[in-house]
């Protein structure tokens, strides 16, 4: 791909995301989660034969992917990078003149889910007490390593390093929290994180939007391990 092709390809990805009701499905789905077209009609409050038009033109630019199932299909973001780039969207979107003060709800604000991982204050603090408990090193880049107590560290929370590892995706890095302005742990590793605090009842996912409610056990591990008070 020459640099003229590759210029035509940004400018149709551009352009697919560019329409109002087609950046509200795509940040509908920002939490991870798959949903039909129907549910995504009313999400962009277009009738579903316009949706329809609406996410194959997404699918088409690899925006989305789509998941037969029964009856249904199921509409999803393609993958983490097209999540970061969403988020990074609704960063310069949102990037005022004038000091920043964040207009995002309060319980979003505090925690939340960025596809696959956790955004919002919580995460920003914890990915703070993950570089000051030394589980964290800093690679090339943005990117991150886990140091030797990380990977101890990991395992006590049945998280599999190897596995984040070989994923076919970053391994770790900071992304650039929307909210908060400073960065939260993205990547593989960030995922995987995620799904060990849900499996381990420290945190819920709200129905209806992306807000993350961490729970009384959550509250108490999060303290005891990573000296973070909810």
């Known amino acids: 791909m020459d640099v003229r092709d590759a210029d035509a390809r940004l400018s149709a990805v551009a352009a697919a995301i560019a329409e109002p009701a087609r950046t509200q499905m795509l940040c ?20 579903p034969s316009t949706a329809s ?9 690899k925006l989305v992917k789509v998941t037969p199932q029964g009856r249904h299909r199921y509409y999803s973001l393609r993958d983490a990078n097209v999540a970061a780039a969403i988020e990074a969207l609704s960063l310069v979107a949102g990037a005022p003149g004038e000091p920043f003060e964040p207009a995002t709800p309060d319980r ?26 030394r589980w964290l090193s800093r690679s090339d880049g943005n990117d991150y390593d886990v140091t030797r107590t990380g990977i101890e560290g990991c395992a006590g929370l049945d998280i599999d390093v190897s596995a984040a590892r070989g ?15 400073r960065p939260h742990l993205a990547g593989a590793l ?8 849900l499996r381990r009842g420290w945190m819920t996912r709200d129905l209806d ?4 409610a961490v729970t009384r056990k959550g509250q108490r591990a999060l303290r005891e391990r990573f000296g973070i008070e909810v």
């Open 209 to 212: 939007s992306r807000a993350l």
């Open 108 to 133: 979003l604000r505090s925690a939340r889910t960025c596809y696959d991982h956790m955004a919002g204050r919580l995460a920003v603090a914890l990915h703070d007490s993950l570089f000051e408990l």
């Open 167 to 181: 994923a076919r995706r970053r391994f770790a890095c900071g992304c650039l929290d929307w909210s908060e302005r």
């Open 53 to 61: 038009v609406h996410l194959a033109r997404l699918a088409g630019q």
């Open 190 to 197: 960030g995922a995987a994180l995620l799904a060990s605090a």
């Open 28 to 47: 509908r789905l920002l939490d991870g989660c798959a949903r039909t077209s129907t549910e995504l009609a009313i999400v962009a409050g277009v009738s």
